[in-house]
């Protein structure tokens, strides 16, 4: 099985910037892609950014130019810097991997972690 533990949640004032980290264990081959999503209280999970193994990244339109994606693969880790927070950005945040159980493997199997909050209050 594979695991992904969030870290770094927290409560910060608005225009602030917070770190969260997650990170993959148990028995993989290679992790593909890897993403953040969040789920405010009341709406539905949504994407907030992603990236592929190669480096290359995506981005909700909310989060453009205020947070950065970045992975280190060799620590199968994956960061979301968050700056200029606002309240809007208030919501537990996600992991989500597509992962290469063994290296003849053709398809990816998805896993989530169990989250990590984060609150944007004064």
């Known amino acids: 099985q594979v695991q992904l533990v969030e870290s770094g949640g927290d409560l910060v004032q608005p225009g602030g910037s917070l770190r969260v980290s997650c990170a993959a264990s148990g028995s993989m081959f290679r992790i593909n892609a890897m993403a953040w999503y969040r789920q405010a209280p009341g709406k539905q999970r949504e994407l907030v950014a992603s990236i592929r193994y190669d480096g290359s990244t995506k981005y909700a339109d909310s989060v453009k130019g205020r947070f950065t994606i970045s992975r280190d693969n060799a620590k199968v880790t994956v960061y979301l810097q968050m700056n200029s927070l606002k309240p809007e950005d208030t919501a537990v945040y996600y992991c989500?991997?597509?992962?290469?159980?063994?290296?003849?493997?053709?398809?990816?199997?998805?896993?989530w972690g169990l989250g990590t909050q984060v609150t944007v209050a004064s």
């Open positions: 989500n991997a597509d992962v290469y159980r063994y290296s003849f493997s053709t398809t990816t199997i998805n896993y």
